[in-house]
């Protein structure tokens, strides 16, 4: 029997919450979708996209974190997941296993995506560099 009282029903409007900057990347705003409240912080779903041109990009991380999955909506990155490039373009899904290092390096303009992650306090840790890291595409 699935027990209904663990998390509380949500459902968010486009117009209930609002783009905001302060979230993991400054280069990138962020939407919170209410799923961290409604799940009681075992799942953050919020939509993220391209703020400023990517100039030195998220540098090599990893995260501390049982699940993620980004979900392209508009526009494209180009990831570093361990020493593999990785184009993902809008319609495009990438789960990230727990632990994998990367790099986001480039990104489009008009990149968002949904990004879904547990727990919702997930962090991130700095890593030593994989490998080399092509440059990014300058912004017009």
Same mark, same amino acid.
């Given at each position: 029997?699935?027990?209904?009282?663990?998390?509380?029903?949500?459902?968010?409007?486009?117009?209930?919450?609002? *783009?905001?900057?302060? @979230?993991?990347?400054? !280069?990138?705003?962020?939407?919170?979708?209410?799923?961290? =409240? $409604?799940?009681?912080?075992?799942?953050?779903?919020?939509?993220?996209?391209?703020?400023?041109?990517?100039?030195?990009?998220?540098?090599?991380?990893?995260?501390?974190?049982?699940?993620?999955?980004? *979900?392209?909506?508009? @526009?494209?990155?180009? !990831?570093?997941?361990?020493?593999?490039?990785?184009?993902? =373009? $809008?319609?495009?899904?990438?789960?990230?296993?727990?632990?994998?290092?990367?790099?986001?390096?480039?990104?489009?303009?008009?990149?968002?995506?949904?990004?879904?992650?547990?727990?919702?306090?997930?962090?991130?840790?700095?890593?030593?560099?994989?490998?080399?890291?092509?440059?990014?595409?300058?912004?017009?």
């Amino acid at each position: 029997m699935l027990d209904r009282t663990a998390t509380t029903f949500s459902h968010i409007k486009p117009t209930d919450t609002h *783009y905001v900057s302060g @979230g993991l990347r400054d !280069f990138f705003l962020y939407r919170d979708l209410g799923i961290a =409240e $409604a799940t009681h912080g075992k799942v953050i779903a919020h939509l993220v996209k391209a703020n400023m041109a990517p100039e030195t990009g998220t540098g090599w991380h990893r995260h501390e974190a049982e699940f993620q999955i980004v *979900y392209m909506l508009k @526009g494209w990155a180009r !990831f570093m997941y361990e020493d593999q490039e990785t184009l993902v =373009e $809008a319609g495009d899904v990438v789960h990230q296993r727990p632990g994998i290092k990367h790099f986001l390096f480039d990104y489009s303009p008009d990149m968002e995506y949904l990004e879904i992650v547990s727990p919702a306090d997930f962090t991130s840790i700095d890593v030593d560099p994989v490998c080399e890291i092509p440059p990014p595409t300058p912004w017009k």
